[in-house]
Every structure is written in C-alpha cells, then in structure tokens.
C-alpha cells in the first residue's frame, strides 16, 4: 500500500514537471518567435549616382555580392582605413573576386561630396571601389534602410562641421539581401577570411 502511494506520488510529480517544462517551452518558444519578428531588415532598394555620374540602383549589382560602407570624403581617419582594408583584402582575394564582389562607398555628407569628390577619392584607393552620392533625401532613405547612424558636428566654421556615423561593412548577397556585417577595426587577413567563407 505504502509502495502503491509512493508510486502514485512519484507520477503526480513527474506530470506536474513535464507541464511545467511545456509550458516553459511554449513561452520560449514565443519569445523566440516575437524576438525573430523585431529583428529589423539591414538594406533595402536605392537608387544613387556613382562616382561617374551615371544613375545606378541595387538592382545594377545584382548577381554580385556587395561590400558596402557608409562614410564621407572628409572624414579624418576611420573612412580611409576601412577603404584601405577592403582595397588590401580585396587584393588578397586576387582578381577573380572583382567579378564576385563590389566594393562600394556610399556618403553620408551629400552636400559635399559631390560625383567629383567621389571619383577623386575612391580612384585613390581602387580603381574597383564604387562611390555612390545623391540628393540629401536619396542619401537619407538608404542609411535608413542599413541602420546607419550620422549625425552633423559643428565645427570652428559651417563649412568645417564633420560627422560622427557608424563604421560597418555590411556584405549583401546577389539578391541584394543581408548576408554579414564586418565590425570597424578588421583586418584585411580577416575580411578577406570573411568574404572567402560567405563568397565562396
């Protein structure tokens, strides 16, 4: 009799353990479920003007893979390492990768960097880095689309100011959508370790 109780005992709490461990389940996994849901999309549909003055659009790069970064001509150091690194990693991969991956550049200082500006300043580390411009508003949509972050900083003089932004490399595949990021400070050893695992 005593076994029999303790038995029926023993079940009472194994029934009462599996609907607590279902129930955590079921909450898990809509928490996993909203949490998917609020992830934002990174990139989205654009439409600029490279640094050769011709009207491009994401579709234009499509069946490549692009690595894009958000910056500006003038901006003092963080721009011109990251272009430095993707130029060096760029060529470690050798010429092949050219035709799989597009480098491109996009400002966040319209009002300055002008097709002109561009050209000059993406010939200075490649010849294959794309320089896309456009209108203030044309350049608003798309750092929204990428999450970028800018923001204006007064200098001694208007024309002086200089602009804090977010510094990733964001790599979007041949169907325009996310694939990687790549955090500021990489090596080129590493992006190009990068671009090989996601590129091929």
């Not at 694939?179 to 080129?188: D, K, L, M, P």
Request: positive net charge; contains cysteine; glycine residues 8%.
């Amino acid at each position: 009799m005593k076994f029999s109780r303790s038995l029926l005992a023993l079940m009472a709490v194994i029934v009462v353990a599996f609907v607590v461990i279902g129930v955590r389940l079921v909450i898990w996994s809509g928490q996993s479920s909203e949490g998917a849901k609020a992830i934002p999309s990174i990139g989205g549909p654009f439409q600029l003007t490279d640094h050769t003055g011709k009207q491009v659009s994401d579709r234009d790069y499509r069946n490549r893979y692009m690595l894009i970064f958000f910056g500006y001509t003038f901006c003092p150091d963080v721009c011109p390492t990251t272009l430095s690194t993707v130029t060096a990693a760029m060529e470690k991969l050798g010429p092949g990768y050219a035709k799989k991956v597009v480098p491109i550049f996009v400002t966040i200082d319209p009002e300055r960097d002008s097709v002109a500006v561009m050209k000059e300043y993406v010939n200075a580390f490649s010849p294959d880095i794309v320089g896309l411009t456009g209108t203030p508003e044309e350049i608003a949509k798309v750092a929204k689309e990428f999450k970028v972050y800018a923001a204006k900083v007064k200098g001694d003089r208007p024309e002086n100011y200089t602009v804090d932004h977010s510094a990733i490399l964001y790599l979007m595949g041949p169907d325009g959508k996310f694939v990687a990021h790549f955090t500021h400070g990489i090596s080129a050893d590493d992006l190009a370790t990068g671009l090989k695992k996601h590129v091929g």
